[in-house]
């Protein structure tokens, strides 16, 4: 099992930034990919970013040129940098956990932690 909990999040106002951060503990051998879900009312679920552990990334278009997606592997920790909020970033964000091989698989979900970007 893998372990994950997310740190970060909070109120900012439009234009401004934040920084996510996520810690992963436990059977972390498993794993070589990391990434960042959003789920905001009333709409789907979002993958926002995704990293792998040779740092190779992707990211939604809805948030490219403004998120950062990075990793520590030293200290088995996975950060979001998010510049330029808008009110629509507005979610709860997810940290996860899992493996790619030519495609993502999620497996581990961390508890979420709220972003709230007011105009």
């Known amino acids: 099992q893998v372990q994950l909990v997310e740190s970060g999040g909070g109120l900012v106002q439009a234009g401004g930034s934040l920084r996510l951060s996520c810690a992963a503990s436990?059977?972390?051998?498993?794993?070589?990919?990391m990434g960042w879900y959003r789920q905001a009312p009333a709409k789907q679920r979002e993958l926002v970013a995704a990293?792998?552990?040779?740092?190779?990334?992707m990211y939604s278009d809805s948030v490219k040129g403004r998120f950062t997606i990075s990793r520590d592997n030293a200290k088995n920790t996975m950060y979001l940098q998010m510049n330029r909020l808008k009110p629509d970033d507005t979610a709860v964000y997810y940290c996860?956990?899992?493996?790619?091989?030519?495609?993502?698989?999620?497996?581990?979900w961390g508890q979420g932690t709220q972003v709230t970007v007011s105009s």
């Open positions: 996860i956990a899992g493996t790619y091989y030519s495609t993502w698989t999620w497996n581990y």
């Open positions: 436990g059977s972390i051998d498993g794993i070589n990919a």
């Open positions: 990293i792998t552990g040779g740092g190779g990334t």
